[in-house]
């Protein structure tokens, strides 16, 4: 059974003057935490595929991202955010139990009901 529910960020500083809330989901022993439908919507995307390409990014797109200068504003120790999650969310049955998680949040956020 999934937990899904709405905290205020409780961080002050310049850039949180203005109340903000996020999106909490509590799945198969882990938390997302979203604080964008665009973010939950890309979550979506990456579990509705079974099998993942390859993390790599080749160079040129990098380049065609940032600039010329991509080497001195993205290193090589960046994780995006996928590269991050643990890998047992990825097995079939935990993945199913995400999935459904998380489309039940887009709703819930869609209708307004959360």
């Given at each position: 059974m999934a937990r899904i529910w709405k905290e205020r960020l409780t961080t002050f500083g310049t850039a949180n003057l203005a109340p903000r809330e996020v999106i909490l989901v509590r799945v198969a022993s882990f938390t997302f935490r979203f604080t964008t439908t665009k973010q939950l919507r890309e979550c979506i995307e990456y579990y509705e595929q079974k099998t993942h390409p390859s993390s790599r990014i080749p160079a040129k797109v990098i380049a065609a991202d940032l600039g010329p200068d991509w080497?001195?504003?993205?290193?090589?120790?960046?994780?995006?955010?996928?590269?991050?999650?643990?890998m047992y969310l990825l097995e079939e049955p935990k993945r199913q139990k995400v999935l459904k998680a998380l489309h039940?949040?887009?709703?819930?956020?869609?209708?307004?009901?959360?």
């Open positions: 080497r001195e504003l993205r290193g090589w120790d960046v994780e995006r955010w996928f590269e991050r999650l643990p039940k949040t887009l709703s819930l956020v869609e209708t307004g009901k959360l």
